[in-house]
């Protein structure tokens, strides 16, 4: 809702470095709405993901949100991956704000 992508905002523009992770139906388009609110050193996640996003039931079955997703976004916004081998171990796309 629009009140609540205010409120996110809002809380996104604090002086403080914000950790805002992105689960609920649509991740992608969760995180292209969040994303531009972020400030250098913000850190964004998204879980279900998968680098290729192809299923990789080994690890993880449910897989929706990949690299290719994101990538113009992150590109535009200056996103850069966050320690992301450690959390691709746990299905989380991790991306900061330079």
């Not at 403080?16 to 964004?44: Q, W, Y």
């Not at 039931?57 to 535009?76: F, H, K, L, T, Y």
Request: glycine share 8%; proline share 4%.
């Amino acid at each position: 809702s629009d009140a609540g992508t205010t409120l996110i905002r809002e809380l996104i523009q604090t002086e403080k470095r914000v950790l805002l992770l992105c689960d609920n139906g649509s991740k992608v388009e969760e995180f292209r709405r969040f994303a531009p609110f972020l400030k250098s050193g913000d850190v964004i996640g998204a879980h279900d993901y998968h680098p290729d996003g192809v299923d990789n039931s080994r690890n993880w079955a449910w897989n929706e949100i990949g690299d290719r997703a994101v990538e113009p976004i992150c590109q535009e916004l200056g996103l850069v991956p966050f320690h992301q081998a450690d959390f691709t171990e746990a299905a989380w796309l991790m991306r900061v704000k330079t």
